[in-house]
């Protein structure tokens, strides 16, 4: 079953570091972009970072540019996103997207399967 699951979640204080993970059961994983977006409570789904299936460009909202990084390994299926000096602000659920048909990787359209969501908590 195509799927992408989260992990890596959790409450953290501001300046703090997480490392959340996204594994992925996709048939030719290779083929596709992944990304990351958030959603705060009572807010829109945000873009935050893409990676491209060749893993040789990256995107970043600038809100987390600089203090978040997007990788990708492609020999286990997993995507990951770094994320350094972490504000309250940056408190939302994560989700893990992928995109087989290409596309504007910042738009949550261009992606066609996502994970149920990993839930970032940051304290001030």
């Known amino acids: 079953q195509d799927q992408l699951v989260e992990s890596g979640g959790g409450l953290v204080q501001a300046g703090d570091s997480l490392s959340l993970s996204c594994a992925a059961s996709?048939?030719?994983?290779?083929?596709?972009?992944m990304g990351w977006f958030r959603q705060a409570a009572g807010k829109e789904r945000e873009f935050v970072a893409a990676i491209t299936r060749s893993g040789l460009s990256t995107y970043y909202s600038p809100s987390v540019k600089g203090r978040f990084t997007i990788s990708r390994d492609k020999s286990k299926n997993m995507g990951h996103l770094q994320l350094n000096n972490l504000k309250p602000e940056d408190t939302a659920v994560y989700y893990c997207?992928?995109?087989?048909?290409?596309?504007?990787?910042?738009?949550?359209?261009?992606?066609?399967?996502w994970g149920q969501g990993t839930q970032v908590t940051v304290s001030s």
């Open positions: 996709l048939r030719s994983v290779s083929s596709y972009d």
């Open positions: 997207a992928a995109a087989s048909v290409g596309g504007d990787l910042r738009t949550a359209r261009a992606y066609n399967f």
